[in-house]
């Protein structure tokens, strides 16, 4: 299940997801849909040792799915 951020206006979906990064833990998952590819998210992500894939959402968006390794 994905988490529809679209009708935020910036910078809220970013800070959604960075504070859901900080308190994942080792195994976790998450998935946002956005309604842009997010560049400047993911050297953020990186730093926060995240990884993370893309799904167009098939509506004009982008799916983002988080892992915790």
Known sequence: MSIDLRHLPPP?????????ADTMVSGDTAAYTLPHFPSPLLPLLEERGMRYRFDLSGDGGVTLHLEKP
């Open 12 to 20: 809220e979906p970013m800070e959604i997801i960075l504070d859901r």
